[in-house]
């Protein structure tokens, strides 16, 4: 947390909330200590994280639920045509899923630290208001990773490998991280919006349907019509494509643009999520309190 003498703290959409006396208030100073108070957050959001450990165990317990399932219990009866085997098919989609279904983890820990007060006791500080939620941000890019490296050790387990060269191997879990990284915004948005705990618990009936119509597990060519198209254009089908073709991963598509551009949509779609939620996530934090 930035130190300093709070002189004014406006509850407005205006520039910084917080003024040092005595201090530079330009526009890098104003910088430097967004960045070292986003930190301060990030240090804090992870060491929470390290304390809850049920947090910890359901988030690294459902990936491999869902290995179990879908590549053990259902694999044997599940054919994508084109003699792909289901296991290499499904890998990849249990990545996409897990990342996709971790932003109402995000809502939720944001809706808890609103009821508690730790929300209010951070507007009250003399730090930079978008620290809070930037600091979130980054803090559940970092816990993202920590997933996928040990859901990828799973997938290594049961068998899955990448036939990418090491460059694409790193670029499918980039474009994972980035689709989390957008996910974000909007996990921090419903928080702000959910008014209480129960609320946010509910929104995971929002999340299922999300995570689960996409090509994570079937390809969209052999949904209905209405359904394919809804799952084609899916963000999440579009990082799970891309990942694939990155892994060398075999895959069945119905041959459409935006199956056919998986990679470019992979990072068209993070742009877009991050443009339009990060500001209203920033926006509402502000409103908190009118």
């Known amino acids: ?45 992870l060491t929470h994280l390290v304390r809850q450990p049920v947090i910890i165990a359901w988030q690294l317990g459902f990936p491999i639920v869902s290995v179990v399932l879908f590549v053990y219990v259902f694999g044997s ?17 249990i990545f996409a899923m897990t990342i996709s279904f971790g932003f109402m983890n995000t809502a939720v820990a944001v809706v808890v630290d609103r009821d508690h007060g730790v929300t209010d006791r951070f507007r009250s500080l003399p730090m930079a208001t978008s620290a809070v939620v930037s600091g979130r941000g980054v803090a559940d890019v970092i816990g993202a990773t920590v997933d996928l490296v040990v859901l990828a050790a799973i997938a290594v387990v049961v068998g899955w490998r990448s036939h990418g060269s090491p460059a694409a191997t ?42 689960m119509i996409s090509s994570v597990f079937t390809p969209p060519s052999m949904m209905p019509d209405w359904l394919g198209t809804i799952a084609m254009w899916n963000p999440v089908s579009s990082t799970a494509g891309a990942i694939r073709e990155l892994f060398g991963n075999p895959a069945t598509t119905g041959g459409s643009w935006v199956e056919q551009h998986a990679v470019l949509m992979a990072v068209l779609w993070p742009a877009v999520l991050t443009a339009v939620f990060l500001p209203l996530a920033v926006r509402r934090f502000r409103r908190l309190s009118r």
């Open 77 to 93: 009866a599940m054919n994508v045509g084109g003699g792909v085997d289901y296991s290499t098919f499904a890998m990849p989609g």
């Open 1 to 45: 947390m930035s130190a300093g003498t709070v002189l004014h703290i406006p509850h407005d959409d205006g520039p910084a909330p917080w003024r040092p006396a005595g201090a530079d208030d330009g526009p890098v100073r104003r910088l430097y200590w967004a960045f070292a108070d986003c930190l301060t957050i990030v240090r804090r959001d």
């Open 170 to 211: 790193l670029a499918a879990f980039g474009l994972l991280l980035l689709l989390r990284f957008a996910l974000t915004w909007i996990g921090v948005y419903l928080g702000l919006l959910a008014p209480n705990q129960e609320s946010a618990g509910g929104l995971y009936a929002v999340a299922f349907p999300f995570g």
